[in-house]
T-cell receptor, first 114, second 115 residues
Framework: DGGITQSPKYLFRKEGQNVTLSCEQN?????MYWYRQDPGQGLRLIYY???????QKGDIAEGYSVSREKKESFPLTVTSAQKNPTAFYLC?????????????FGPGTRLTVL | AQSVTQLGSHVSVSEGALVLLRCNYS??????LFWYVQYPNQGLQLLLK??????LVKGINGFEAEFKKSETSFHLTKPSAHMSDAAEYFC?????????????FGTGTRLTIIP
């Protein structure tokens, strides 16, 4: 089945540690996105990539980093510079053909900083 | 810049009653609008979308939404609520329809169904 997978589902991190969240898609989509979700704030865009080896900052990129070495993969690293990293992180992808641009979402990773 | 406002962070309706979730948008270009649903601890699933053409859009699970340009609205409705509709609903707008696929999401509306 085609889709987006995120791992792990739950992640615990000590303060001061970097942690990497995985996102893989087999939908052959060019574009991929990372969102952060906090209660009452909806989804906020962290980073996005429209093509391999290229990515752009979203609205809240500080304290995060990404890479896009393969079309299928778009890992997100939460660095120690992110002051409040506890949140639910969602990865999404979309085709860039046409103007519909529906985004497909993974199941999410809940990160908790201890 | 495009944005969306969802009126009511929590909505409760009785099972079998009409569901109405409100979304208003602000856009300097013709908007492309979406409604997504999120069940607890899961990702988002597309309910329906409006791009061009017919202003009444039908989606999955019996939901529909009507694009009203004069009111800058895209409210989500379902004639008869079911217990399985309990979830959080997000309205979203594409920021720039041409060449940039970033979405702006509303803050969400949590729908509770009363038995």
């Amino acid at each position: 089945d085609g889709g987006i997978t995120q791992s792990p589902k739950y992640l615990f991190r000590k303060e001061g540690q970097n942690v990497t969240l995985s996102c893989e898609q087999n939908l052959n989509h060019d574009a991929m996105y990372w969102y952060r979700q906090d209660p009452g704030q909806g989804l906020r865009l962290i980073y996005y990539s429209q093509i391999v080896n290229d990515f752009q900052k979203g609205d809240i990129a500080e304290g995060y980093s990404v890479s896009r070495e393969k079309k299928e993969s778009f890992p997100l690293t939460v660095t120690s510079a992110q002051k409040n990293p506890t949140a639910f992180y969602l990865c999404a992808s979309s085709t860039r053909r046409g103007l519909n641009n529906e985004q497909f979402f993974g199941p999410g990773t809940r990160l908790t900083v201890l | 810049a495009q944005s969306v406002t969802q009126l009511g962070s929590h909505v409760s309706v009785s099972e079998g009653a009409l569901v109405l979730l409100r979304c208003n948008y602000s856009s300097s270009v013709p908007p492309y609008l979406f409604w997504y649903v999120q069940y607890p601890n899961q990702g988002l699933q597309l309910l329906l979308k409006y791009t061009t053409g017919a202003t009444l859009v039908k989606g999955i699970n019996g939901f529909e939404a009507e694009f009203k340009k004069s009111e800058t609205s895209f409210h989500l409705t379902k004639p008869s609520a079911h217990m399985s509709d309990a979830a959080e609903y997000f309205c979203a707008v594409i920021r720039e329809p041409f060449g940039n696929e970033k979405l702006t999401f509303g803050t969400g509306t949590r729908l509770t169904i009363i038995p």
